[in-house]
């Protein structure tokens, strides 16, 4: 029986290249000159540090244009809180990965509102969906693929 999974999964790698990329672009910018900024990247958060409130909406720009250059989608990246210390602006970002039971739900019950002859489960942090024939499926993706949800999916692991 054809099946697919749906999932929502970053590459960290890419990440890391992105920050790179948009530290460089800090770097040569002449906005940011004897201007105290900087981009980090921990584990499974970035961190955005500038002088100024203006500042920091521009390092997170230049951050999303890395990101959508490198073909991540910046849907991927959750604010987590601001903080101020010093003369030091602080943005703290989250990288999402993974589907949380409460959207892993919403997704179910889009599916199912759509009458496909698929059936949708939950299986961790991915949904697994399941038809007896592959334009079923199809369908589902398309569904999934014009309905805007606050996080990316992927479709991968299709099975025939």
Do not use: C, Y
Not at 5 to 15: Q, T
Not at 98 to 115: C, P, Q, R, S, Y
């Amino acid at each position: 029986m054809p099946s697919f999974d749906i999932v929502s999964e970053i590459d960290m790698h890419e990440v890391s290249n992105a920050v790179d990329q948009a530290k460089r672009e800090l770097g040569n910018r002449w906005d940011f000159k004897n201007v105290e900024a900087d981009i980090e990247l921990d584990d499974k958060r970035i961190t955005l540090s500038a002088e100024q409130d203006f500042q920091l909406e521009q390092l997170t720009d230049m951050l999303r244009m890395a990101f959508a250059k490198r073909n991540i989608d910046s849907r991927a990246i959750q604010p987590d809180g601001d903080s101020k210390s010093g003369k030091l602006v602080r943005q703290h970002l989250t990288l999402v990965q993974g589907i949380e039971t409460d959207m892993a739900k919403k997704i179910v019950k889009l599916i199912k509102d759509a009458k496909l002859k698929v059936q949708a489960s939950i299986q961790g942090d991915k949904v697994r969906v399941t038809g007896k024939k592959r334009d079923d499926l199809q369908t589902a993706i398309a569904l999934l693929r014009e309905t805007e949800l606050e996080l990316p999916l992927q479709f991968n692991n299709f099975r025939d």
